[in-house]
C-alpha cells in the first residue's frame, strides 16, 4: 500500500531522474524513460529496502540497459524540409552544451552513468555504487577514467594522446 509520503518522495525525484535520463537516452527518449522507471516503481513500491533515491535511479539504469540490450533501435529519418527547434541559449553557450554532450556520448557507458549521477545528480559515491550495483572502488575509478577522458576529449586531442611526446608516469616513493 502506498502512502502519502511515498508519493511525495516519488515527485520530489522527478527533476533528478529527468536530468539523468535525458543525459543518459537523449532528449528524444527521456520521457519515455522517465515514465518507464515512475510505472515501475510506483508496481513495486511495496517491494522497496532502503532510500527512494538510489532505489529509482537503479530502476532506470537497469531499464536504460535492457534498451540498449534490445536488437534495433527506432529510427527517424529527417529530410531538408524537417524543421530543428532552433537552441534554448546562446550560440557560445549551446557550442559549449554541445561540445561536452558529444564528449559525454563518447565515453564507456559505465563512466558515463557514474559521472552523470556524481556530477550531474551529486549523489556519494555510496549511492551511485548501490544504485548500479557496482564496488565503490569501482565508482572512483570509472570517475577518475572518465574524467580523464572527458579532459582530453573537450582539450580536442584524439582520444588516448597525451600530448607530444610518450605518456610518463609518476613516480611514487
Not at 14 to 21: D, T
Not at 26 to 41: I, K, P, W, Y
Not at 44 to 54: A, F, I, T, V, Y
Amino acid at each position: 500500500m502506498t502512502t502519502q509520503e511515498d508519493s511525495r518522495q516519488l515527485q520530489a525525484c522527478l527533476p533528478g531522474l529527468r536530468r539523468y535520463a535525458r543525459a543518459l537516452a537523449g532528449a528524444a527518449h527521456a520521457d519515455d524513460l522517465v515514465q518507464d522507471t515512475v510505472e515501475r516503481a510506483w508496481r513495486k513500491l511495496d517491494q522497496r529496502g532502503g532510500e527512494m533515491r538510489p532505489w529509482l535511479f537503479s530502476i532506470m539504469h537497469n531499464l536504460h540497459v535492457d534498451q540498449l540490450r534490445r536488437p534495433g533501435l527506432p529510427l527517424q529519418e529527417l529530410d531538408d524540409d524537417s524543421v530543428l527547434p532552433a537552441p534554448e541559449h546562446a550560440p557560445g553557450q549551446a557550442i559549449a552544451i554541445g561540445e561536452m554532450d558529444a564528449a559525454l556520448a563518447r565515453l564507456p557507458l559505465g563512466q558515463r552513468e557514474v559521472i552523470l549521477l556524481v556530477a550531474l545528480e551529486q549523489m556519494p559515491y555510496e549511492q551511485v555504487a548501490a544504485t548500479l550495483d557496482i564496488p565503490v572502488g569501482t565508482v572512483m575509478s570509472r570517475l577518475s577514467r572518465g574524467r580523464d577522458k572527458l579532459r582530453t576529449l573537450l582539450d580536442g586531442r584524439p582520444a588516448g594522446s597525451q600530448g607530444s611526446g610518450p605518456p610518463t608516469l609518476k613516480v611514487v616513493k
